[in-house]
């Protein structure tokens, strides 16, 4: 979309990037500024990635400002791609800026619009709820973009699937409104968050057969979700720090070779994730099995989210430091098996 700004009415100068607003809006700025948003662009991740599938349509999240007469596909003709999704990206339509509910001084500094649809989770479904550019789009590169029907990224649908449809959204969690918080957006980058999510429960169910359990508490969507290559690994090790088993949840896609020209190019071959929850107890599970013929009873766990593919992890430019986190780690006690479960 064409740049945006808004005015200063007692200066009459423009905003010409976030760091203008950060003069009055201090905290909340540096907060964004904190932010995965204001790293869309920048971030390695989303580079490699780019690199590799150069698309224009991936920039009108990620660099959402062109100039004028510009070519859409070239990123070096993008407008302020170093704040990546901005205060004006968000807050900002035909000179205005954008609020839930309206100041309440006298005098105001900029003119406003008010529009419910700033807290609703259809605002942030802009970026963050679309399917994959059909076959045709892709292929021929054509000037504007037609979808298939498979989600590509369907976090905002997830939510609504969940028990906490009708109760907190988007905004509740990851914007974090009237609080010191405020548009810090914690999500899949954030270890506090993502440790305070998880926890893993060990019991034993026969001579050498162990069950792991993984819950997720408090979460409105799937896990993981949003980016297509993202995983969520557990592991489960000896007391020498030696790996008995991992599992990988997440999605994988593999090229849909019968693709039409509606269809994507990719079809989903596989789906672990974590599901929202959907009851009062707010958490989902998995279970998961593995076998050890030693007599030990404690076990270790570590909890990865994982960035990017197998293939990116071999051929990619990135260490793993870049795109594997582990976010917690601890002790697994199995309870004495007796010998008369089944």
Known sequence: MAVDSVKNLKTGKLSESSADCGT????I??????????????????????EKEPMSWCLNCHAP??????????????????DGVSC????????????NNLPTQTENVHEYKQTELLASEEFCANCHQFNFPDKESVTKQKNFISYSN???????????????HGKKNCQSCHLLPNSSKSHTFPG????????????????????????????AEDIGHSFPTGDLFRSLRLRVLDQKGIVIQE????????????????????YLSEDSVLDPPKDRSKSSSKKFVFRSITKEKQFRYE??????????????????ESTLLKFKSGELTASEWNGSKG
């Open 188 to 215: 899949g980058h954030h270890i506090q968050k993502l440790r305070d999510s998880f926890s893993v429960f060990l019991e034993k169910s026969s001579e050498s057969t162990y069950i792991v359990s993984l819950f």
């Open 303 to 320: 909890l990865f989210i994982d960035f990017v593919n197998p293939t990116t992890h071999i051929f990619g430019k990135l260490n793993s």
């Open 150 to 164: 498979l989600p590509m990224q369907n976090t905002v649908e997830e939510w609504k699937q969940s028990y906490w």
């Open 24 to 27: 009055c809006h201090k905290k």
């Open 88 to 99: 004006i990206t968000c807050h900002v339509r035909d000179g205005k800026i954008l609020v």
């Open 65 to 82: 400002f062109l100039q004028a007469n510009s070519d859409p596909k070239d990123p070096n003709q993008r407008l302020q791609s170093e």
């Open 29 to 50: 700025y540096e907060n964004w500024r904190g932010s995965r948003h204001s790293q869309a662009f920048t971030n390695p991740l989303y580079k490699q990635s780019h």
């Open 247 to 266: 599992w990988r949840l997440g999605k994988t896609y593999e090229e849909n070779r019968n693709a039409s020209l509606t269809d994507a190019i990719k």
